[in-house]
């Protein structure tokens, strides 16, 4: 499943890549909304996991195709999310979920969880 990764600086950039990621754009520079609706747009991505939210997630969800979703799980920007233009979740039919880990644990029993510690 192709990955797109999304830094803050060009030295993150390098990092990832030496890593093996293919796409890793980088959120500072000038064409990075272009850039991530080319990209989004090639490679289908219909999911996001989205850990900044402000107005990154209204443009995140503006890149995106029809029938994606953004999972909020983080509050980097300090900000709610803004921005969202109602029309294009609902022409769209996109959808915006919140994820916190905790609830996602407190849901699971003993037996799965010490599954998923391998």
Same mark, same amino acid.
């Given at each position: +499943? ?6 803050r600086k060009?030295e993150q950039v390098?990092?990832?890549k030496?890593?093996?990621?293919? $796409?890793?754009l980088?959120s500072?520079?000038? #064409?990075?909304e272009e850039?991530?609706?080319k =990209?989004t747009r090639? =490679? #289908?991505?219909?999911v996001?996991?989205?850990a900044i939210s402000?107005?990154?997630t @209204? +443009?995140? +969800?503006? @890149?995106m195709?029809? $029938?994606s979703? /953004?999972?909020?799980?983080?509050l ?8 969202i233009?109602?029309?294009l ?7 915006i979920?919140?994820f916190?880990l905790? $609830? !996602?644990? @407190?849901?699971?029993?003993? !037996? /799965?969880?010490l599954?998923i510690?391998?």
């Open positions: +499943m192709p990955l797109i990764n999304v830094v060009e390098k990092i990832l030496d890593l093996g990621a293919e $796409h890793v980088n500072s520079e000038p #064409n990075f850039e991530l609706g =990209l090639k =490679l #289908n991505a219909t996001c996991f989205e402000g107005s990154a @209204a +443009m995140i +969800m503006k @890149a195709p029809s $029938h979703i /953004s999972i909020v799980y983080g980097l920007s300090e900000q709610s999310i803004s921005d233009d109602p029309l979740l609902i022409g769209r039919n996109q959808r979920e919140g916190f905790g $609830h !996602w644990l @407190a849901g699971r029993s003993t !037996w /799965s969880l599954g510690m391998k």
